[in-house]
Structure formats: structure tokens, C-alpha cells
């Protein structure tokens, strides 16, 4: 607003006849439009970076411990498949669109990729995080899950306990999920640990 009066007076001053101008020849009507449209600016900007700031506000993964499954179009079909398992707890990519199809909302990624929304939150608090183990996950509850596996009977091949969720271990879970009657991904997630009895 400062700006625009002390433009206007800059202008009114080189165009003024003498060394102080002229005060009886600015045009008092225009300084209220002028300072409407500063307004009106500042307005449009304001509601611009607020917009902008909801499509970048950052969405999680909630598919209760499973895979969210990332799709090529907003489609329950499995030709939709991409392959690719969101984990629990994790950050998606920013939401660009969204897109009601099949009676369900869905968002597209800004990887091209589409989630359904009812699987998305917009703060990790409650979603539990990292539940589910999979291909990369390491650590503590890698170990247990994998003594959990030797201990009844399946192979963890030549490493054994290590630690590491390798093709080893993918393949020992996809062989208890398919005795017991669940989904044979490979991915140790709240159902499977669930039944093997692994709480944390």
C-alpha cells in the first residue's frame, strides 16, 4: 500500500511544473481505486499461496498395516495394479488431482500414480507407522520375524537370522501366508504378524 502512494507521489512529482509541485493538481479520486486494486492484489495472492499450500499439504499412507496399493488409473480393477506397495505410515507423494470413480474418491499422485483417499490421512499421528515389515526393512523386528519362521519349520536359506527382510525371508512369509490362508505377498504386515503372534 506504502508502495503504491509513494509511486504515485514519485509520478505526480516528476510531472509537477515547479520544484514542489503542484498538491491542488493531484487527483484525489484515483488514490481510493489505486488502493482497491492494491487490495484486491494482495487478496488474490493471499488466496493463491493458500490453495497452493493445501495441494502440497502432505498425506500418509492408512491401510491398516497392509499395503496401499498404488494404481495407473482411479480403478478398483486389477489391470489398474501398478506393483508398487505404499507401506504403512509412509509419505506420499504430493496429491495433484483428485477424481470420484467406482462410488470412491481417489487422488493422483504427482508420480502419475492414483490412491484411494479412503486410504490416506493428512497427519501420521494414529496410523501406527512402520507396521508392516517388507523387502529393505532391517533390524530387531526383522530378527523375530525370521525366528519366528525357523522356529516353525520354514527356510530362511544360507543367512539365516541376519537381520535383513532379503529374497530369503520375502519367500518363507509368502509360504506361511498361503498355510495360513492369507494373502501370499510377501510382506509382513499387520495380518500376518497378527497371526504369528508379533505385537509391537
Not at 80 to 103: F, H, K, M, Q, Y
Not at 173 to 196: E, F, H, K, P, S
Request: charged share 20%; aromatic share 6%; proline share 4%.
Amino acid at each position: 500500500m506504502e508502495t503504491l502512494a509513494y509511486t504515485y507521489s514519485c509520478a505526480f512529482r516528476e510531472d509537477a511544473p515547479g520544484p514542489e509541485g503542484d498538491l491542488h493538481a493531484l487527483n484525489l479520486e484515483t488514490v481510493p481505486r489505486l488502493a482497491g486494486l492494491g487490495l484486491l492484489a494482495l487478496s488474490l495472492l493471499s488466496s493463491s499461496l493458500g490453495s497452493m499450500e493445501t495441494a502440497l499439504a502432505a498425506l500418509y499412507a492408512n491401510a491398516g498395516g497392509s499395503c496401499l496399493n498404488a494404481r495407473s488409473a482411479p480403478s478398483t480393477l486389477p489391470s489398474a495394479l501398478t506393483g508398487v506397495c505404499i507401506r504403512n505410515g509412509e509419505r506420499l507423494r504430493p496429491a495433484i488431482d483428485s477424481r470420484r470413480a467406482n462410488g470412491r474418491l481417489w487422488y493422483q499422485l504427482s508420480d502419475g500414480r492414483w490412491v484411494a483417499a479412503e486410504y490416506t490421512r493428512s497427519s501420521r499421528k494414529g496410523i501406527g507407522g512402520q507396521r508392516m515389515l517388507g523387502w529393505r526393512s532391517s533390524g530387531d523386528r526383522v530378527v523375530e520375524l525370521q525366528h519366528h519362521l525357523l522356529k516353525n519349520g520354514y527356510s530362511l536359506g544360507i543367512g539365516g537370522i541376519d537381520g535383513v527382510y532379503g529374497p530369503s525371508t520375502r519367500a518363507a512369509v509368502r509360504q506361511y501366508q498361503r498355510n495360513n490362508g492369507l494373502v501370499a505377498d510377501g510382506i509382513a504386515g499387520a495380518r500376518t504378524l497378527g497371526r504369528m503372534g508379533i505385537r509391537r
